[in-house]
T-cell receptor, first 108, second 115 residues
Framework: RKEVEQDPGPFNVPEGATVAFNCTYS??????FFWYRQDCRKEPKLLMSVYSSGNEDGRFTAQLNRASQYISLLIRDSKLSDSATYLC?????????WGAGTKLIIKP | GAGVSQSPRYKVAKRGQDVALRCDPI?????LFWYQQALGQGPEFLTY????????KSGLPSDRFFAERPEGSVSTLKIQRTQQEDSAVYLC?????????????FGDGTRLSIL
């Protein structure tokens, strides 16, 4: 079993819809969690940190479920520009452990 | 500069040649990481520096890979006797503190193609 797993997608979603995807992690000692966004042939860029209480940044909401060992990302009112690959990252000690990413395609 | 700078952006080399990839982190960032990203995959950890000390090199795939950060700022990733399977994007990232919850900031990467 991989340490961090994501559904690779692609998720094909109409513009304006709400979409959510999860990321599961295997090590319960994992300390910190992040969502990164990566556009084709570009470097990953930090989208948002994931806090235990859940957090929101505009149309984006991230949540952490420690009991079930997953994090989630919800995108409301999706835009064409949201099309990208979303990578979840788990920090264990100082090492970042990456998921392989979920590809999201927003269609007009 | 304001962000992490990597050079060159693209590198093409013949199998067997040595290559050197440079990373200039954000000024004042203590931690520096190198990653290798194959097409369609997430970045895979290679090595980690805290200042000039290389604290973890467990991700380096073979002894042909060598990284240094002699003055605790600029880092160089060197690959000797390159092989075709070395073709990938090499990403450098830096963060303000060691082993903290600080997120990492990435450079644009170097796309390495071995012919």
């Amino acid at each position: 079993r991989k340490e961090v797993e994501q559904d690779p997608g692609p998720f094909n979603v109409p513009e304006g819809a709400t979409v959510a995807f999860n990321c599961t992690y295997s090590n319960s000692a994992s300390q910190s969690f992040f969502w990164y966004r990566q556009d084709c042939r570009k470097e990953p860029k930090l989208l948002m940190s994931v806090y235990s209480s859940g957090n929101e940044d505009g149309r984006f909401t991230a949540q952490l479920n420690r009991a079930s060992q997953y994090i989630s990302l919800l995108i409301r009112d999706s835009k064409l520009s949201d099309s990208a690959t979303y990578l979840c990252v788990v920090i264990l000690n100082y090492q970042l452990i990456w998921g392989a990413g979920t590809k999201l395609i927003i269609k007009p | 500069g304001a962000g992490v700078s990597q050079s060159p952006r693209y590198k093409v080399a013949k199998r067997g040649q040595d290559v050197a990839l440079r990373c200039d982190p954000i000024s004042g960032h203590v931690s520096l990481f190198w990653y290798q990203q194959a097409l369609g995959q997430g970045p895979e950890f290679l090595t980690y520096f805290q200042n000039e000390a290389q604290l973890d090199k467990s991700g380096l795939p073979s002894d042909r890979f060598f990284a240094e950060r002699p003055e605790g700022s600029v880092s160089t990733l060197k690959i000797q006797r390159t092989q075709q399977e070395d073709s990938a994007v090499y990403l450098c990232a830096s963060s303000l503190e060691r082993g903290s919850n600080q997120p990492q900031h990435f450079g644009d990467g170097t796309r390495l193609s071995i012919l």
